[in-house]
């Protein structure tokens, strides 16, 4: 019978035959998958892997400094770097859902291949690769996927030349929390909500700027601690905001407002490949609207998607 206990020690000991005093770098981006692997090849040979935990500039509030503090405690070897600035440039005047989510993947891999140099005689790249992921590799999704669509096209850059390990290939994803759990991975990680690798670049609705990425964290934490504080936000698959590219007239005290709106998106589902919108509370959803109005500046409208997928997909881009 397969146990979490037994899935960890067994693929440690397979870890340490395989890699013995190699060094291992590893790409961390906050999520299950790439943490519970990172876990796992450090019990395998501690300070010899290396993690790298990338600033896009386009993750949710405090989550780099918040999430990089509970690697750091851990006791893994994680080097955060922040390189919000390079993916703005990377991003500006772009519109175009596919032109962002290409910038942010090439940019991640310049920012990867460049920190990957930076460690002497590193031979393997570590990735968090899941089962589903080896079986749907053609959907394209994510840092670690972002790289694996570019391994046929050539040119690759040099961390791409190096041997690859996956200890979590064989796993779907309650397997991973299972074994995550084990490792002790607070529950703070383990039940976090998916996210996409592009993260706010694609709930912010045409082109991308630090400005606007200020405003949606703001109402994305209102919106996702809400859901905590009510006991909501285990109840959904996946919940978050998009910025949409319109303002609409409104009224603050006797003054007239031209602000923003945003959409409030939360879906039940079991893997994301369909997805029903979550029926929130009446009371919940006008709470939290009026709170996220008042508490954001130049936000004076509120809606929420009732869509389903199919036909409509989770993410607006
Ligand atoms: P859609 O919008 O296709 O989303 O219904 C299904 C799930 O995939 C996530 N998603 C992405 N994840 N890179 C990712 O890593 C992407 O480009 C991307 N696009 C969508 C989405 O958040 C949802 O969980």
């Not at 407002?257 to 369909?274: F, H, K, P, Q, W």
């Not at 919108?277 to 939290?288: G, K, Q, R, S, T």
Request: proline share 4%.
């Amino acid at each position: 019978d397969w146990t979490a206990e037994s899935f960890v020690e067994t693929t440690v000991a397979q870890l340490k035959a395989k890699i013995g005093d190699d060094k291992v770098v590893l790409g961390l981006s906050g999520g299950v998958d790439s943490s519970v692997a990172a876990m796992l090849i450090h019990q395998a040979i501690g300070k010899n892997l290396y993690c790298i935990f990338v600033d896009n500039g386009v993750l949710r509030k405090d989550e780099f400094s918040g999430v990089l503090e509970s690697y750091k405690t851990l006791g893994l070897n994680v080097k955060g770097v922040d390189t919000k600035d390079q993916f703005y440039a990377a991003l500006a005047g772009l519109t175009d859902p596919e032109a962002k989510r290409k910038a942010i993947g090439k940019t991640f891999i310049d920012v990867f291949d460049h920190e990957a140099h930076l460690i002497e005689g590193v031979s393997w790249l570590g990735q968090g690769t899941i089962y589903p992921d080896v079986i749907e590799s053609v959907s394209v999704k994510g840092p670690s996927a972002t790289i694996k669509s570019h391994h046929n096209v050539g040119g690759l850059p040099d961390f791409m030349k190096l041997k690859v390990v996956e200890p979590l290939n064989t796993l779907f994803k309650d397997e991973v929390r299972l074994v995550g759990r084990t490792l002790g991975l607070p529950e703070a990680i383990l039940g976090r909500h998916p996210f996409p690798g592009p993260g706010l670049a694609i709930r912010i609705l045409g082109d991308v700027t630090a400005e606007k990425v200020a405003i949606l964290q703001q109402v994305d934490a209102l919106f996702i601690d809400g859901l905590k504080r009510e006991g909501l936000y285990d109840k959904v698959w996946q919940a978050g905001a998009m910025l949409l590219p319109v303002q609409s007239v409104g009224v603050m005290g006797d003054e007239r407002t031209y602000e923003r709106v945003v959409a409030l998106r939360a879906v039940t589902s079991v893997d994301g490949m369909t997805a029903d919108w979550a029926h929130l509370p009446y009371e919940f959803l006008a709470d939290i609207s009026n709170e996220i109005i008042n508490r954001v500046k130049g936000v004076n409208r509120v809606v929420y998607d009732i869509s389903s997928k199919p036909p409509a997909t989770i993410e607006w881009e």
